[in-house]
């Protein structure tokens, strides 16, 4: 700033020298000179940021636009970390424990069959055996819910309680004596007719968990449908073998009934306890057949 008033007081000395030698007009030229130049030193300075005027024919895109510069990050952008919680894992509640039953019922033997699932059993202390399916009442408020291999489970007033099969108990049978095992006519016919001791086979029926364990009966399928039991794993000399089946064979119909339900061989299993004739009718090999049993 000092620099600039010397500089304007040389201009003044020479100015008063040379007035007497200029014509008007100069002199009024030479002030508006002198004027500009001091607004030029005095006036003090605008902000660094100016207008940028482009020449014509010149896009804005060429140009570096400082406002945009600023906006770029020149050592990355921070990025917040969004950490997503971990759900927690469900806690499953542990089933409670089904409380053991003290209604007076011997459970003797189950055929599991899902929602046809059926139990045979000896309610108080009776000598005559009883078939229960999945869903019958036993006594009033008390209904057969579950049925396992060796256990089911009853709604006893709305409670759960488990029955366990009782491993002593024996169904009550009347002694008979071994009969011979039963000979077969005509093995190669289609139809064959065989004679059955009553007491035997009564005496057989009535042991049903015995005649559970000779010999293995599922229901069978073909094309997605039931189409009767097939006979596996029997028993050598059991009452399977004695009345002449063999493994692989399909039962079809007992006494001209279709059965193809655990309900309908249970139902049927209590009607031949007090039948005087039998009539089987099984596939086997492809083949049907046809075997008639006189009971006497």
């Given amino acids: 700033?000092?620099?600039?008033?010397t500089e304007l007081i040389v201009y003044m000395v020479i100015l008063q020298q040379w007035e007497h030698r200029l014509p008007a007009v100069a002199e009024v030229a030479l002030v508006g000179l002198m004027a500009w130049m001091v607004s030029?030193?005095?006036?003090p300075e605008t902000s660094l940021e100016t207008r940028l005027v482009l020449p014509v024919g010149v896009e804005s895109k060429e140009?570096?636009?400082v406002v945009t510069m600023a906006t770029i990050p020149l050592f990355g952008e921070f990025k917040k970390e969004v950490v997503q919680a971990v759900p927690k894992p469900v806690v499953q509640a542990k089933p409670q424990p089904v409380a053991i039953s003290r209604i007076n019922l011997k459970l003797l033997g189950t055929v599991v069959a899902g929602d046809r699932s059926a139990a045979i059993v000896i309610l108080d202390g009776k000598s005559d055996q009883q078939v229960l399916f999945q869903g019958d009442e036993i006594k009033p408020e008390i209904t057969l819910a579950e049925v396992f291999a060796d256990a089911i489970v009853v709604m006893n007033h709305g409670n759960p309680e488990r029955i366990e099969m009782d491993a002593n108990a024996k169904l009550v049978s009347t002694p008979a004596p071994v009969s011979p095992p039963l000979s077969a006519v005509e093995q190669n016919a289609a139809s064959r007719h065989q004679s059955v001791d009553r007491n035997h086979l009564q005496g057989q029926l009535r042991n049903f968990s015995s005649l559970l364990s000779q010999a293995r009966v599922i229901p069978n399928f073909s094309n997605g449908k039931a189409n009767g039991f097939i006979i596996t794993d029997i028993?050598?000399?059991?009452?399977?073998e004695q009345i002449g089946l063999q493994n692989g064979d399909v039962i079809k119909k007992v006494n001209g009934e279709e059965i193809v339900s655990a309900q309908q061989a249970m139902q049927m299993y209590q009607?031949?306890?007090n039948a005087t004739s039998i009539s089987l009718e099984l596939e086997r090999a492809g083949q049907v057949r046809e075997i008639n049993y006189d009971i006497q």
């Fill in 235 to 240: 028993v050598p000399a059991s009452l399977y």
């Fill in 271 to 273: 009607a031949l306890q």
């Fill in 1 to 5: 700033m000092a620099g600039a008033v």
């Fill in 40 to 43: 030029v030193w005095l006036v």
């Fill in 63 to 65: 140009v570096l636009d």
